[in-house]
């Protein structure tokens, strides 16, 4: 439906209905279009004044409850398929491209962040979108973008998993929407401005709950991470790809502190992140000229981007331009790959998709 407006960026006209049908509204000391003879006498008094006022709040008031109920329906064009086909190129039988709101629809988010191997996946890939590709979904897409996200959020409340990523999506989420309401313009905003409004508000409260999550202490009557060897200790530890973790169970077990900064730890960490050469050209040595593996891997970090791994992970097969979920437990059972693959071994076709070359797939 196009607006009824001179601009087509503009939200349109405000109408009231009147005995004789719908008029127009204007809201700078105005009445309806066809009533020429106004009184100015009479919008000096202050009952009428406080009377076209309130009738104008009113009708913004019931707007803005009309824009904040679209805003929670869900979206009624979501799928829940396990695997879609990419089309990246334009060919003699098919000419059209898949799009990333397309895949955001299709492909089933709810239920990958209920799996604790995926949720870390989705969680960065939400976060990649918010900063780049959020103008680039279309409206029903955004909208599915908005629900699963507060899934998300509700997720870390409940379960208090992985508060830490969350915060930076909604850190990252809420700079781009301010900075496409106030600093771009609206004309680059899919859908009513009121609706971003709402959301930025949402994101706002969201924000707020998870910096104010408290995460109670677990009583535990069996064996913990203290009652466990020491070379046990240190083996979970090196299986810790993120340096904020390591640190934070330092912080949490002071009698694990001493494991925690254990420079065979963070030389690990830096090897599995980074590459020798890397390391020559940002050597970082202590008082007594040894090298610092804890401030080697910070001072890396900010140069080169960092090795992601995560429990599981989008599949794209390569023979059938497929991207899908790979279910491990059907996969073992009955050998079913996760898609109708022609393959005769589909296996080795198989490639995982991190965040970044999902996004990647999708640009023409």
């Not at 086909?85 to 334009?90: D, G």
């Not at 908005?146 to 409340?157: A, M, S, T």
């Not at 090897?271 to 050469?277: A, V």
């Amino acid at each position: 439906m196009p607006f009824l407006g001179k601009d087509w960026r503009s939200p349109g006209w405000s109408w009231t209905k009147t005995e004789h049908g719908w008029k127009r509204i204007f809201l700078y000391g105005h009445e309806l279009e066809d009533n020429r003879e106004i009184d100015i006498k009479g919008f000096c008094n202050d009952n009428n004044e406080h009377l076209l006022v309130g009738d104008v709040c009113e009708l913004a008031t019931k707007k803005r409850k009309k824009d904040l109920h679209n805003n929670n329906t869900k979206s009624q064009f979501v799928f829940v398929d396990k695997w879609i086909y990419v089309q990246n190129r334009s060919t003699k039988e098919r000419h059209v491209y898949s799009t990333l709101g397309e895949a955001l629809n299709r492909l089933d988010f709810s239920s990958a962040i209920q799996d604790l191997r995926r949720f870390n996946y989705v969680a960065k890939l939400f976060q990649l979108i918010a900063r780049s590709q959020l103008t680039s979904l279309s409206g029903a897409a955004q909208k599915n973008y908005f629900n699963i996200l507060e899934q998300i959020v509700r997720k870390v409340l409940d379960d208090h998993y992985n508060p830490r990523l969350v915060k930076d999506l909604l850190q990252d989420l809420s700079l781009t929407l301010h900075n496409l309401t106030i600093h771009v313009g609206r004309c680059v905003l899919v859908g009513n401005v009121n609706i971003w409004l709402c959301r930025l508000e949402t994101i706002h409260k969201w924000r707020q709950q998870v910096n104010n999550l408290q995460i109670p202490k677990q009583m535990c009557s069996g064996m913990t991470f203290n009652d466990l060897p020491l070379h046990m200790q240190n083996k979970i530890l090196s299986e810790l790809s993120d340096a904020y973790d390591i640190i934070n169970v330092g912080q949490a077990m002071p009698a694990v502190h001493c494991l925690s900064e254990d420079w065979i730890l963070w030389k690990k960490l830096c090897h599995f992140h980074f590459s020798d050469k890397q390391f020559c050209r940002n050597l970082v040595l202590s008082n007594s000229n040894k090298v610092d593996w804890k401030l080697m891997y910070f001072t890396l970090k900010k140069h080169y981007p960092m090795k992601e791994r995560y429990g599981d992970t989008l599949h794209f097969c390569k023979n059938c331009n497929i991207l899908f979920w790979k279910d491990r437990p059907l996969a073992l059972l009955f050998k079913d790959c996760g898609h109708p693959c022609t393959a005769s071994d589909p296996d080795s076709c198989l490639v995982p998709i991190s965040p970044q070359h999902f996004i990647d797939l999708f640009k023409l």
